[in-house]
């Protein structure tokens, strides 16, 4: 089984994926880290140099075209499932999973990990919540359309697995 994370950024699913995978003893692939060791460069260096449209593009190539194992969490990019036909490409290929979280929780772990985030490494603490309920309302449509959605702000490791595995 192939289980693909998606939510904003700051949701967790970076970190909640990499647990989520140790328990079920699945790989896990980071799409962020999957598009820089393909890129051979940062995302924040490939941000400024190709803009991001071109980010898009690639994001888009390197989701569909990797070779998965057969068991793996995948913890995508928050605005991955966002483009393109990405989130019905998810849907065919795997279970997906919205870690759902409000503007302000979002905003109150992103204020630390924003320089490495070229959509908010210009952003005061101020505007980041404000970036977040416009960029949220754009995305949720496509966040909606995943085959499970769980509270971020209470994730279950156990529960989850089992609503996977039953869904
Ligand atoms: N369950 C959690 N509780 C509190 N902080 C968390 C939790 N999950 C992640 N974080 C923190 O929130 C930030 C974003 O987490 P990350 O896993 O990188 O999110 P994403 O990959 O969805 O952007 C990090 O600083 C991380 O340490
Ligand atoms: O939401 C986005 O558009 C992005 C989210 C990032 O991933 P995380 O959600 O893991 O931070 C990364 O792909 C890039 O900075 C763009
Ligand atoms: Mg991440």
Redesign the pocket.
């Known amino acids: 089984m192939r289980i693909f ?1 998606i ?11 990499r647990k989520l995978a140790a328990k079920m003893s699945y790989d896990f692939i ?1 799409l ?1 880290h999957l598009f820089e060791s393909t890129a051979g460069t940062s995302i924040r260096e490939y941000f400024n140099a190709n803009g991001e449209e071109a980010f898009r593009q690639e994001e888009s190539r390197i989701l569909k075209s990797h070779d998965y194992p057969t068991n793996c969490v995948v ?1 995508t ?2 605005g991955a499932p966002c483009y393109f036909d990405n989130m019905d490409w998810i849907n065919n290929n795997g279970v997906s999973v919205y ?1 759902q979280m409000s503007p302000a929780a979002l905003a109150q ?2 204020e ?2 924003k320089a490495k ?1 070229p959509l908010l490494k210009d952003l005061n603490n101020a505007e980041i919540v404000d970036f977040i309920e416009h960029k949220l309302a754009e995305r949720a449509s496509y966040y909606e359309q995943a085959a499970i959605t769980t509270d ?2 209470n ?1 279950n490791i156990e529960e989850l697995i089992a609503q996977v595995i039953y869904r």
């Not at 939510?7 to 994926?17: A, I, L, P």
């Open positions: 994370l939510g904003f950024m700051g949701c967790g699913k970076s970190t909640f994926g980071d962020d913890a990019g928050g870690i772990r992103l630390k990990g985030r971020g702000m994730l």
